[in-house]
């Protein structure tokens, strides 16, 4: 328990920071996890490679280096398309090419980096999660308490640690007008975390869907549940969907033999469903020409 304004700040940015950390590097984990690397060159990292495409929205393949690197814009023609660009290294290393000398692999058609979207979403759940801190705090409390003296407030801030972490409690009073330096008014907070917890189960299954994982809320009814699910795998395939396909039409147009390939069970049973149903198409046709 902080006993001054200025330390509870230090304690609620810190605790801000750890669940920001925890919930972009879950997404991120659950980005690199969605898809397999086919014809990785031994030099390219698969992490590297997912990294840069989640942060940058794009890679750039150097034809005269072989190094797959960030890029920039250098430069925009009438149609305010790029006429150049600048690929930039960790290291510092920085290259300018012309069009004609890069290839760009992208990980949606506008080059727009993933993770914009995943950082909106990270910067809910903190927000619920801060709430449900706040409110489970205030539920637990109950009462704000006055003091006229710092001794006191420090007494009273070792009185309610001890409380809320469920130790047993005993307080020495040798004040018979101790009464007189207190005032206790209560806090008439009520308990949402409910509430709370659905709605960041929502802003959940938002951010699983982005990175192309299906989720389902099983607490509503059956009808309601299957449209959502049908809704959130929809959406969770046409996510994973846009950056394999995008990727993969660059790469082979630009003549690069990597390729991405999805690795949720959503993609395998798209692809099982694709091929039954060009099985049916062509014993169809067999059919026909019999």
Known sequence: MATNTKQARRQAERRR????????????????????????????????????LLNK?????????????PFVY?????????????????????????TDEVVILRANDLA????????????KLVEFD??????????KT????????????????NVAETRQ?????????????????????????QYLVDKLMQGRLEVFNEGYAHVGTATSNTDKAERVQS???????????????TLIDTFNHDAEVGGISIRLKGNTSLVEDRDLEVEEQENQDKGVENNVEL
Do not use: C
């Not at 801060?130 to 539920?139: E, G, K, R």
């Not at 972490?165 to 907070?189: D, F, P, R």
């Open 17 to 52: 920071q750890d669940i920001a950390e925890v919930y972009e590097n879950e997404f991120r984990s659950l980005f690199h996890n969605s898809v397999t690397v086919e014809n990785l060159p031994e030099d390219l990292p698969k992490r590297y490679l997912l990294r840069t």
């Open 57 to 69: 929205g794009g890679i750039a393949y150097d034809k005269e280096t072989g190094l797959y690197l």
């Open 74 to 98: 250098s430069g925009i023609d009438a149609y305010g398309e790029p006429t150049a660009y600048n690929l930039i290294g960790a290291n510092g290393l920085t290259l300018w090419r012309a």
């Open 112 to 123: 727009y980096p993933p993770i914009k979207y995943i950082e909106q979403i990270v910067d």
């Open 130 to 139: 801060m709430t449900i801190f706040q409110n489970l705090d205030a539920v």
């Open 142 to 157: 109950m009462t704000i308490m006055e003091v006229k003296d710092r001794d006191t407030l420090l007494t009273l801030g």
């Open 165 to 189: 972490i469920g130790a047993t409690l005993a307080v020495v009073n040798s004040s018979a007008n101790l009464g007189e330096t207190l005032n206790a008014s209560s806090t008439g907070a």
């Open 227 to 241: 449209i959502e699910v049908t809704a959130s795998q929809g959406r969770a395939l046409d996510m994973i969907n």
